[in-house]
């Protein structure tokens, strides 16, 4: 079984910065590209970044290239976004999402993390 585990998440004045992480655990044979998305209330999902496997890839979205940026610790399965200048706006559930081969049966697939509430206010 495969785990993804969002944290850090919180409440953050404006122009504050946060660092919230995302493991993966369990039966993972092999990690690939993860990425990180977040949901605003009665928006659609957006994706904010994403990061290859070896961690020299990295994508964001145009909007929020500026402020946020991506890294991934591949010895702890872990990603780490980095949020800066963060606005009202910003406030969403932000979800880790990763492709990996699970041990399992060998089956590759993606997997979803419970989500991180982020609320930017004063």
């Known amino acids: 079984q495969v785990q993804l585990v969002e944290s850090g998440g919180g409440l953050v004045q404006p122009g504050g910065s946060l660092r919230p992480s995302c493991a993966a655990s369990g039966s993972i044979a092999t990690l690939y590209t993860m990425r990180w998305y977040r949901q605003a209330s009665g928006k659609a999902r957006e994706l904010v970044a994403t990061?290859?496997?070896?961690?020299?890839?990295?994508l964001y979205a145009d909007s929020l290239k500026s402020r946020f940026t991506i890294s991934r610790d591949n010895a702890k399965n872990t990603i780490y976004p980095q949020m800066n200048s963060l606005k009202p706006e910003d406030t969403a559930v932000y979800y880790c999402n990763a492709d990996l081969r699970s041990t399992d049966n060998n089956a590759y697939a993606a997997y979803w993390g419970q989500g991180t509430q982020v609320t930017v206010s004063s």
């Open positions: 990061i290859g496997s070896c961690g020299t890839i990295t």
